[in-house]
């Protein structure tokens, strides 16, 4: 057991080593990109407004970072002042919409190629997640509800803001997060805990470790799901917990508006 330990501690250090930039950035844009073009009328929509187009990506992109700015005070424009950024996640939308033949997306498509990207997504979550916490813990460090959050935002950030691209596109968006919370945005917020956790020194496991075990955990349901074509695995303990605290009362207390005036 302790074996496995030193084995998994090693990989877990060299894992916290691994730059975001270029490989994990690139494939963030590129799986943005290629769920913005999955959207219904996406491609079409491209075509007759490609500058909106163009903004969604931007904004889905950075999402996280333009989340993550606002709760913490900051500018939100800041990701805009990295241009080699930009020329990069523009190269990619341009490939993802217009690339002839669509070479670009029918390759990323292909399920190898597309499980690769779920996976390395994971990994640049992940890191993501952990970054939103170190950013917020030293100006919050016993607000835990204020790290979750930016943590959150981080890691989910694309989800969050699914409301705001839609509004540049000219669509409404009904659904959000707080009415129907997706598995990124529930596994984010399990992260940003157990970041927390380790920084509270409350467990005896390195920030390194819980990086790389929320990383394969969310890499291997994501393929997972995707395999299978399965739902929300958070979705079967939120039945069991639901079933337990927040079930419906066999009577219920007249409240209505009628018998308060006839009192």
């Known amino acids: 057991m302790d074996q496995f330990y030193d084995v998994f501690n090693l990989y877990a250090e060299q894992f916290a080593k691994i730059p975001m930039f270029p490989v994990l950035q690139c494939v963030h844009y590129t799986i943005m990109n290629l769920k913005l073009r999955m959207g219904e009328g996406s491609m079409s929509f491209a075509y007759k407004h490609p500058m909106s187009s163009w903004i969604s990506s931007i904004i889905s992109c ?3 970072t333009i989340l993550a700015n606002f709760l913490l005070g900051n500018s939100l424009v800041l990701p805009l002042l990295d241009v080699q950024q930009i020329a ?25 190629f597309w499980i690769t990207l779920l996976i390395l997504k994971e990994a640049h979550r992940a890191k993501n997640i952990l970054k939103g916490v170190e950013m917020s813990s030293p100006h919050y460090p016993d607000a835990w509800l ?14 969050l803001l699914r409301p705001v691209v839609k509004f540049v596109q000219g669509k409404v968006e009904t659904i959000n997060e707080a009415l129907y919370p997706s598995f990124v945005t529930k596994l984010s ?4 805990v157990l970041f927390i956790v380790v920084q509270k020194r409350m467990v005896a496991f390195t920030s390194a470790e819980v990086l790389l075990a929320i990383a394969c955990v969310g890499s291997f349901l994501q393929v997972l799901m995707y395999l299978c074509n ?25 409240t209505s508006d009628s018998k308060k005036k006839k009192e």
């Open 88 to 112: 990069i996640l523009s190269v990619i939308w341009y490939l993802v919409f217009f690339c002839p033949l669509d070479l670009f997306t029918k390759i990323f498509m292909l399920k190898p």
């Open 62 to 64: 950075f999402a996280g």
């Open 230 to 254: 399965t739902s929300d695995p958070f979705t079967h303990l939120e039945r069991a917990v639901a079933a337990v605290l927040f079930r419906e009362p066999t009577e219920k207390a007249n």
């Open 146 to 159: 204020v790290i979750i959050a930016i943590g959150t935002a981080k890691g989910a950030g694309s989800r």
């Open 189 to 192: 917020i399990v992260g940003s």
